[in-house]
């Protein structure tokens, strides 16, 4: 792992070693969208990961699919991310707010207008999702006009814009895991005849246009991208095209000079090698299931530049220090990854910490 602890320089920031903290879900925040009042402490644990990708926060209304997700588009959710910002800054960390789309995953419950969701097509994706209610079916979404698409691409770039004023040191874009972005690129849950369907490049084209307007918003030095070819997540299937979506979306992105491309990797290694000569800048590769032992094999190969820790760093807020040392690792509880307050969000103990206890 000795690659590993090496310092490398990605877009404006200086990272000690080639971890990062991968964005997850955590349904803490107030119901107007503000991150909740332990956001910053939570954050800031963690700030020896170097890079921290924040869970998705929501570009708009529409934008929104769970409960107690934040948002990044009004004054009052840049007001709760600048404290956030300022802890992981004031804690040695980097921090890019992750900006998410929930597109068809969503349900009128979830959201603050109470609305239909809305989507490339008015295709369901077959799944239920959480409601205060419990568990509902998700709707069938309403399909986005094209003067509705361009909408959302300036919603994009308001949120990119509200981040920087929050104090973030970028954003990555969600384009993965079955949401808004990742829909408009599935061939099962996109059926336009417009520009924005049916050829691969027309599939591409949200995704890239999401990105040119964020680059131009805030700079290519400050965009990452996220994306989870062949992930079946939300019901989404790429198609037998998939992989060379895939390649010609790389190839496009390559041309903005993007800070980063974080791959949510699920088997497909010809793909991600192509991937890895296709693109010049740093790559995060985030191994769904790897074991503890392999997590520095893709940087010692040069395959990645980064890797992303999902699980283990939301468990360990000292897990570079506890991977470095050898030390075990606290196990993470299931119950409390969404919802609820500080058991399971803020109170995972260090070492130093279990050391001082002992003593």
């Known amino acids: 792992m000795e690659k590993l602890w090496s310092k490398t320089k990605i877009g ?37 990961m170097g890079l921290i990708i924040t869970e998705g926060a929501q570009p708009s209304d529409d ?3 769970y409960l107690m997700t934040p948002g990044i588009y009004m004054k009052k959710h840049i007001e709760g991310w600048k404290k956030v910002t300022d802890a992981v800054h004031e804690a040695g960390g980097y921090i890019y707010i992750q900006l998410m789309h929930a ?29 205060a209610t419990g568990m509902q079916d998700i709707p069938v979404p309403r399909e986005l006009s094209k003067e509705e698409i361009q ?10 814009a509200a981040a920087i004023a929050a104090g973030a040191d970028g954003v990555e874009i969600h384009g993965a895991n079955g949401y808004l972005i990742n829909q408009f690129i599935g061939e099962n849950s996109n059926k336009r005849t417009d520009e924005y369907g049916g050829s691969i490049e027309n599939r591409a084209r949200f995704a890239i246009e999401v990105a040119k307007a ?20 939300g019901g989404i299937q790429d198609g037998e095209q998939g992989p060379e979506l895939y390649r010609y979306l790389t190839q496009e992105l390559e ?27 740093s790559l995060l590769v985030n191994r769904a299931g790897r074991g503890l032992e392999n997590i520095g094999v893709d940087i010692e190969s040069g395959l990645a530049d980064l890797a ?22 606290n196990e993470a509880d299931p119950a409390t990854f969404y919802g609820g307050g500080s058991k399971g969000y803020t109170d995972y103990p260090t070492l130093k910490e279990m050391e001082s206890q002992k003593s």
């Open 12 to 48: 404006n920031m200086e990272l000690p070693h080639r971890l990062a903290m991968a964005p997850m879900t955590r349904s803490r925040a107030q119901e107007d969208g503000t991150p909740g009042e332990l956001a910053a402490l939570y954050y800031a644990q963690r700030a020896s």
């Open 63 to 65: 934008g929104q699919g």
């Open 103 to 131: 597109g068809r995953m969503s349900h009128p419950d979830n959201t603050p207008h109470h609305r239909q969701p809305v989507a490339p097509s008015a295709i369901a994706p077959g799944v239920e999702t959480f409601t």
């Open 151 to 160: 909408t959302t691409i300036a919603d994009y770039r308001k949120a990119a």
């Open 214 to 233: 964020i680059v131009d918003e805030i700079g290519a030095e400050r965009t990452g991208f996220r994306i989870s070819p062949g992930t079946p997540l």
């Open 255 to 281: 041309k903005l000079d993007l800070a980063y491309l974080h791959i949510m990797h699920l088997g497909n290694d010809e793909l991600l090698q192509d991937i890895r000569s296709l693109w010049t800048n």
């Open 308 to 329: 992303p820790v999902g699980v283990w760093s939301l468990a360990n807020p000292d897990f570079a220090e506890r991977l470095k040392a050898g030390a075990p690792l």
